[in-house]
């Protein structure tokens, strides 16, 4: 060690714990805000489901108020199909639910429902209103089936193949360029 250095060792009391947080504070800060700028460059659509490849899980539900047929895994199996979560109270429900119908019109996959944590009497009125392009609904009321499911919001949207296996996840509101470009698409390649 040098002279200087042995004259500042050690180090006067209370200088090197509040140089040390200092630097730590920084650190932390930094980190803080490295992270937050990566997160924000993502896109939370592009998220992998761990489902993806998987059967479909267990469940069996019954009909939204007002409709003749629930939904159930065993539903899922024999077809190509979609699976649409939503629920009445989500506004990007309402936005993408002509698409739907248009979808339903065009007969190129059967839609089924998963009407999640609604109020039975609401959901029903929903439909109604807007119209009904779901072959089967299902109401998840508690949304333990949607929790099973990976749901991280509503609207979301699954293919699943037809051995019951999900193919893909759609997380939000549905596109008709996401239609067109991904969904599409993948339900004809699943068809052959």
């Given amino acids: 060690m040098t002279e200087q250095m042995l004259a500042n060792y050690p180090p006067a009391p209370g200088t090197w714990p509040r140089t040390m947080l200092h630097t730590l504070v920084f650190l932390a800060f930094f980190a803080f805000v490295a992270l937050l700028g ?23 539900l019954p009909p939204v108020k007002g409709r003749v047929l629930g939904l159930a895994s065993a539903d899922l199996k024999g077809e190509v199909a979609l699976v649409n ?8 429900c309402r936005a993408e639910h002509p698409l739907l119908m248009e979808l339903k019109k065009s007969g190129i996959v059967p839609i089924h429902g998963l009407n999640y944590k609604d109020r039975p ?60 470009d991904t969904i599409i698409p993948l339900i004809n390649r699943l068809r052959r």
């Fill in 121 to 180: 009497g609401d959901a029903e009125a929903w439909l109604n209103e807007l119209g009904d392009p779901y072959t089967r609904t299902g109401a998840d009321i508690s949304g333990r089936v949607g929790i099973d499911w990976g749901v991280y919001g509503v609207p979301e949207t699954f293919v699943i193949d037809r051995d019951g296996r999900i193919a893909y996840k759609q997380i939000g509101q549905l596109t008709a360029q996401a239609l067109r």
């Fill in 85 to 92: 979560v939503f629920a009445s109270w989500c506004a990007a």
């Fill in 38 to 60: 990566i997160g924000l460059t993502m896109d939370p659509r592009s998220i992998p489901s761990p489902l993806i490849g998987k059967p479909v899980p267990q469940f069996s």
